[in-house]
């Protein structure tokens, strides 16, 4: 299956620092997904975004859509140790295509 | 709540013995899946299945079944586990596939010795 990248793989920031981590595809999509796994545990969803929009806010969350580079960028501002996580994005290449996950980027924030 | 609820949390058996995680939701979704996570690999899709008595292969299905008897329910059998099972196990579901956001299960650590 044709996966996102994210971009970097391990990201290590203090606390009130903003995040920022990227994601890149090969093919058109329907929808990109940011999720939230905290160590081990079942991945939250964060934020979906369609092919047809640029950006979208949820909170200290800001998710942009460069269709023309097929890539995305989740920023977390103001990050809290609480944010510590992995995240992943994932693609919806049509309208019936199951979730293809990226491999994740681990954030560390220290207080 | 919605929640997507998977059971064990954790699981040590032994090659060969056949096993079942459940998995339920209470949220009247159509669509639910299977998925395992192992590092480096990412999360791969095992099966799906897109309504009741509606199920498919996903990526990564060899080894596996499940079946789909009511909406709520999707388990995953292991007939005969392997070594190479042992892994990170979540189910998920969404109204649509795709199209809408996924609900996870806390997931299954699960370990074939």
């Known amino acids: 299956s044709q996966q996102g990248e994210e971009d970097p793989q391990a990201l290590s920031i203090q606390e009130g620092e903003n995040a920022t981590m990227n994601c890149s595809y090969k093919?058109?999509?329907?929808?990109l997904q940011w999720y939230r796994q905290n160590s081990g545990r079942g991945l939250v969803h964060l934020i979906l975004?369609?092919?047809?929009?640029r950006e979208k806010h949820s909170g200290r969350l800001r998710v942009t859509l460069d269709t023309s580079k097929k890539s995305s960028s989740l920023l977390i501002t103001a990050s809290r140790a609480a944010d510590t996580a992995s995240y992943f994005c994932?693609?919806?290449?049509?309208?019936?295509?199951?979730?293809?996950f990226g491999k994740g980027t681990r954030l560390s924030v220290i207080a | 709540e919605a929640q997507v609820t998977q059971n064990p949390r954790y699981l040590i058996t032994v090659t060969g013995k056949k096993l079942t995680v459940t998995c339920s939701q209470n949220?009247?979704?159509?669509?639910m899946s299977w998925y395992r996570q192992d590092p480096g690999l990412g999360l791969r899709q095992i099966y799906y299945?897109?309504?009741?008595?509606?199920?498919d292969k996903g990526d990564v299905p060899e080894g596996y079944k499940v079946s789909r008897k009511e909406k709520r329910n999707f388990p995953l059998i292991l007939e005969s586990p392997s070594p190479n099972q042992t892994s990170l196990y979540f189910c998920?579901?969404?109204?649509?596939?795709?199209?809408?956001?996924?609900?996870f299960g806390q997931g299954t650590r699960l370990t074939v010795v």
């Open positions: 093919t058109s999509i329907n929808n």
């Open positions: 949220m009247n979704h159509e669509y």
């Open positions: 998920a579901s969404s109204l649509y596939r795709g199209i809408a956001e996924a609900f």
């Open positions: 975004i369609r092919s047809n929009e």
């Open positions: 994932a693609t919806v290449f049509s309208g019936n295509t199951p979730l293809v």
């Open positions: 299945s897109m309504n009741v008595e509606a199920t």
